[in-house]
């Protein structure tokens, strides 16, 4: 049930950031599969407290594959979209993601820095992978025209840098036993 | 009447958690809708990450009662456990996508620390 329960919320969620930029007859299409799941939901909720445990499980189990068809009817959407939107949106998409983390490393940065006196040496690292960043952002904003598939790889790449700063400056705070990630 | 200086500084510390957890918030949605769009997002790493997310929300709310109440030890404990649960799922959903899986200290640290933890919707 629980697994069913939490599908059925990964839907709605979906949904919701997707509701006002899709058609509305693919919005319609969505939400119809989703009330047949929504359906099955209740059903097995209501056999379940019946004691009726077999049949419940039939119903849970097809109210995922129910969730899964609504779900579908999103997906579809979302990959034509990247695909058909090409390779300038998703730069776009992409610079503002790595604005945005850029911004957060920053923070991180100064944090550490300034309010608790950590070092330069101890972030090296995080600052010689925001170094590589910057070469993977020139070469790619270079070629973005020209060749826009092999910029967006640089762009990965630059945000791929740019995380594992992040990743550092939040490792050293956990071997300085600031933060503790919990597993 | 100003603060004590150290309740100052917890006061100060606390407004830097909560500016840095919200900003990572934020990041984590839009890299998440990205991650959604662009076709590259496994269902299982979707719903593990929106948990560690609605997780981090509620450790929010608590820092923020806590901090209402002036017990600005607690609130700081609260934050970092969002922003310790915000870190967790920001590693994963960034790892988790395929083209990036050569990045290899960031690979190890997800291996090191999660790989037991995620079990079944590990893809490396």
């Known amino acids: 049930m629980n697994e069913a329960q939490h599908r059925f919320r990964l839907f709605q969620w979906y949904f919701n950031s997707k509701k006002n930029s899709m058609p509305k007859t693919q919005a319609v299409k969505a939400i119809n599969e989703s009330w047949k799941a929504l359906n099955l939901l209740e059903e097995g909720q209501m056999a379940l407290a019946q004691g009726r445990v077999r049949e419940a499980s039939g119903l849970f189990n097809s109210t995922y594959s129910g969730v899964q068809s609504a779900l579908n009817v999103l997906h579809a959407r979302g990959t034509s979209v990247a695909r058909n939107q090409g390779y300038a949106q998703t730069i776009a998409w992409i610079k503002q993601i790595l604005s945005n983390y850029y911004y957060q490393f920053q923070m991180l940065y100064k944090f550490y820095t300034e309010f608790h006196g950590y070092s330069v040496d101890m972030l090296k690292d995080a600052l010689r992978h925001i170094g590589v960043m910057s070469n993977y952002v020139s070469m790619a904003a270079r070629d973005e025209v020209t060749k826009p598939s092999e910029a967006l790889a640089r762009y990965e790449l630059a945000l791929a840098n740019l995380m594992e700063a992040i990743l550092y400056i939040n490792q050293t705070a956990e071997r300085e036993k600031y933060i503790k990630i919990k597993v | ?124």
């Open chain 2, 1 to 124: 009447m100003p603060l004590p200086v150290l309740t100052k500084l917890k006061a100060d510390e606390l407004q830097w958690l909560k500016f840095l957890t919200q900003t990572m918030m934020n990041n984590l949605r839009q890299v998440f809708e990205y991650h959604r769009a662009s076709g590259h997002m496994d269902l299982g790493v979707a719903m593990w990450v929106m948990d560690q997310v609605s997780s981090a929300a509620k450790d929010i709310e608590r820092s923020d009662r806590q901090e209402k109440s002036n017990r600005y030890g607690a609130a700081i404990n609260e934050m970092k456990d969002a922003y310790a649960t915000l870190i967790r799922a920001e590693s994963y959903l960034y790892v988790s996508r395929t083209p990036l899986w050569n990045i290899e200290s960031a690979k190890q640290f997800m291996d090191r620390k999660y790989r037991r933890y995620l079990g079944h919707i590990y893809t490396g």
